[in-house]
C-alpha cells in the first residue's frame, strides 16, 4: 500500500521536479501551505490536500488517497481494521479489468442497424 508521502512523491514527479519543495508544490497546488505538505509525509495528510493531489496526477483516484489519508491519521486499531475489511470486500467484488473488455469476436453480440453503422445491443 502506498503512503501519503509516496502521493507527495509523485505529484513532484508529475509537476516536473523531484526535488521541488513542499512550498513550490503548494504554490502549484493551488495555495496550500508548506506546513500541510510536510505534515502529510508524517502520516497526517489533510483531505483537501488529498484532493488538490489527486487532481495533478492523472491515473490516481482521489477516493484512493483520501482513503490512505484516513488509514494513516486513524489511531484506533480496531477502527483501522474495520476500514482494511470493508475496503476489501469492495475490491473484491469488482470486476477484474478482464472482465469488462470482451474477449469474443464481435460476429457473437447481437447488433441492431440504425442507418449503415452497426451498433452494440447490450441489455
Not at 14 to 37: F, H, N, S, W, Y
Not at 97 to 120: C, E, H, Q, Y
Amino acid at each position: 500500500m502506498l503512503k501519503a508521502a509516496d502521493y507527495v512523491r509523485m505529484a513532484k514527479q508529475t509537476l516536473g521536479d523531484v526535488d521541488m519543495t513542499d512550498r513550490k508544490l503548494g504554490e502549484l497546488l493551488g495555495g496550500i501551505a508548506q506546513p500541510v505538505i510536510s505534515q502529510a509525509r508524517y502520516g497526517k495528510m489533510s483531505d483537501p490536500l488529498a484532493l488538490r493531489l489527486a487532481s495533478v496526477l492523472p491515473n490516481v483516484h482521489a477516493g484512493e488517497i483520501l482513503w490512505v489519508a484516513r488509514m494513516e491519521r486513524e489511531k484506533d486499531q480496531a477502527v483501522k481494521s474495520a476500514l482494511e475489511d470493508y475496503v476489501g470486500k469492495v475490491l473484491a467484488a469488482m470486476p477484474k479489468p478482464s472482465a469488462l473488455v470482451p474477449t469474443a469476436d464481435l460476429a457473437a453480440f447481437p447488433f441492431k442497424r440504425r442507418g449503415k453503422k452497426p451498433t452494440v445491443c447490450i441489455m
